[in-house]
């Protein structure tokens, strides 16, 4: 019997992400879009982060040694069988509509390069600094405008094709630092493309 290919692939990277990743996987398990193919990369973690996976229907990708984030999406990338690539960070709770209207707005605005999501006002999960971070990020992104020239990789959606016309993420940067940013200058090479879908917010 001939497998269908997936209409999209979201991709975690992951490193000692124990206490974040359980309630990331459910919300994508969740999405109203169905055929996801859910990708997890560790990134070599020392904790429960692979036990943790093993407990969801997703495809796992185990790197040899601490590569960074930016090495554990491209090894995501590369093993993807769908056309459209959706980063999702660990610490990360995704509505269940947000798979849909990434997708929606990537595939029907023109001119858009990349979505990205925004955070939600009412993050209550992380601890106090996690939760204060991210209300800053949500007053923050809101008050730019809708087109952007960059962006932030805790939840996007790219065509597969545009992704690795860019070639991926930088993986000179050790960690998850700033290999987002450059990535998103080097894609976006100073045209404001990059949608920010205010309808997705995030925890």
């Known amino acids: 019997m001939e497998s269908i290919k997936p209409k999209a692939t979201v991709i975690i990277p992951a490193f000692n992400a124990q206490k974040t990743l359980a309630p990331c996987l459910q919300a994508i398990l969740n999405q109203t879009k169905k055929e996801i193919e859910i990708i997890v990369v560790d990134d070599c973690s020392t904790d429960d982060t692979v036990v943790i996976t093993s407990q969801f229907p997703v495809s796992v990708i185990k790197n040899s040694q601490n590569f960074g984030a930016g090495f554990s999406r491209n090894s995501g990338a590369r093993a993807a069988q769908s056309d459209y690539l959706l980063f999702v960070d660990s ?20 001119n858009t390069l990349i979505v990205m999501a925004s955070y939600s006002e009412n993050t209550q ?3 106090f600094f996690g939760d204060y971070k991210n209300m800053e990020l949500s007053f923050r992104l809101a008050q730019l405008p809708e087109y ?7 939840f996007i959606a790219i065509r597969k094709k545009d992704f690795f016309e860019a070639d991926g993420f930088s993986e000179s940067f050790k ?4 290999e987002d940013v450059e990535f998103g200058y080097r894609a976006c090479q100073g045209r404001a493309v990059v949608l920010q879908e205010r309808r997705v917010q995030v925890d």
């Open 175 to 178: 960690g998850a630092t700033v």
């Open 148 to 154: 952007l020239t960059y962006v932030s990789s805790f």
């Open 91 to 110: 610490d990360v709770v995704i509505p269940p509509n947000g798979v849909e209207l990434m997708l929606q707005s990537l595939t029907e605005k023109p």
């Open 125 to 127: 999960h992380l601890g």
